[in-house]
């Protein structure tokens, strides 16, 4: 999985992510990468120097997810800004 970037996967189904057992909080866009984590995680019992490659792709794209509300909230911003000064 090392390289891949989470656009290319299709995104989890929410029966996936039931069937996972993935929280309501971390059904997101990164699901489809969360899911093998954390089977990664439970297969190796939760070593920290396994699953190295699956943790790095899923914060990746929870970064990348953050950098895109941070985007949207400043147009938000920006929008109301612009109202007010008339």
Sequence with gaps: MAGSSHETLPKATREE???AKLPIAYRDSCANLLIPLNRCRQESYYLPWK???ERHSYEKCQYVEFKKRVVKMN???E???GARSN
């Design 51 to 53: 699953c190295e490659d």
């Design 79 to 81: 929008a109301k800004e």
């Design 75 to 77: 147009e938000l911003r």
């Design 17 to 19: 992510m039931r069937d």
